[in-house]
DNA sequence: CCGCTCATGTAACTGGTTACATGATTTA
DNA sequence: TAAATCATGTAACCAGTTACATGAGCGG
């Protein structure tokens, strides 16, 4: 029962929110969320859910809906025991690792731009987090209203972590301007 | 030229920071990063490598060390064209998407514990994050001493984002006995 | 001279993606 | 009745990982 993916954990705990549901469902469901890291494709989707339940963690029921099948899923207690062991502290130690970040990968090298692309780069990314920020706002009221506050504060982690990175971009648009201040006075080449 | 993966992208910025320098100095590069994603295996690096002096991004240079023979890289002026469009504004969606945290994805399940495994979880997590935290500061001020304030700017986002997440736990913490206080007023089972 | 680091690779695997195929059911 | 959505899959691909193999140079 141990040695899940955190994809399959994932997938674990939206049938346990869900259940009972189809695979179909559960890929919307990554489809459709902002956090995931997931995109919800069939084609990882449709062998995770058939591998847990070979494993015995979730638990198919045939339902017919008109004359057509469909398989629906519901967590077994193996399943229940495999997804609270997955949240169980202590965490493993890939789970409270440093976060990639895109924009960050790219900072390490803003030297090679010009002071004022670098300011463009800043206010560019600035604006841009803030759209994903309206976004994720917008979705943890909506969990809110949903009555689930649980995903509402996971989405708050979200939330919480574009406003740092936006706050990370405005104090590097001034840490820029400075040293682009600094090499002018130097004569350094930009 | 275009087209380049953000691995590929990373590579080059390294190489024009490091230039003339082996692949296998790239390599130890990814392996010693903290905030980098890429774990820098021989099985990655090297290909990508090769493959970016193909393409003209990259120029080979045979030196020797000893009677050992080894190649060492440095940017084409095609190379540094490919790595400053990689930065120039505007960036790709994907580039300010928001980062994957697989502390948030476990988040949205902590329905799931009892209230006290709930403390225990944002305790833990707390703990962990600071861990980290000590462990970028110190590559920052790394990046400092050593004088490259741009590494040192880029390493602060990844500070700010543990800064974040821990302020979110400390929140989450707060939050969860709110939520389980009410669920007992009501009569809920936990 | 032994073991560590430098240095260069390759092969098998993994866990996801895209893109496609198929067909029933619902909605406009 | 046409188009969209529900529903279930599969096949080809891809990027990066682990693990291995090999050998030169260097420090103790």
Redesign the pocket.
């Known amino acids: 029962m141990p040695d899940l ?4 954990c994932t997938v674990l705990g939206v049938v346990w929110k869900r259940a009972p549901c ?4 559960i ?2 469901e990554f489809a459709g969320s902002h956090s995931t890291y ?7 989707i ?3 859910v ?1 591998r847990l339940a070979e494993r015995g963690v979730l638990e198919a029921t045939k339902e017919f ?4 099948p ?3 899923y519901r967590l077994t207690a193996k399943g229940t025991d495999a997804l609270r062991s997955w949240l169980t502290p202590p965490l493993p130690d890939c789970a409270v690792t440093i976060t990639l970040d895109p924009l960050r990968t790219r900072s390490f090298f803003l030297a090679l731009l010009s002071p004022d692309q670098r300011v463009r780069f800043t206010l560019d990314a600035e604006a841009r987090l803030r759209e994903q920020l309206a976004i994720n706002i917008e979705e943890r009221d909506r969990y809110l209203a949903a009555g689930d506050p649980y995903s509402a504060l996971a989405t708050e982690g979200a939330i919480d972590s574009l406003h740092a990175r936006i706050g990370w971009m405005v104090r590097a648009r001034r840490r820029l301007g400075e040293l682009a201040a600094e090499a002018q006075e130097n004569g350094e080449p930009s």
């Open positions: 993916t955190d994809l399959e189809t695979a179909y469902a890929m919307r997931y995109r919800g494709s069939a084609g990882a449709y062998p995770v058939s809906h008109g004359r057509r469909r398989q629906t």
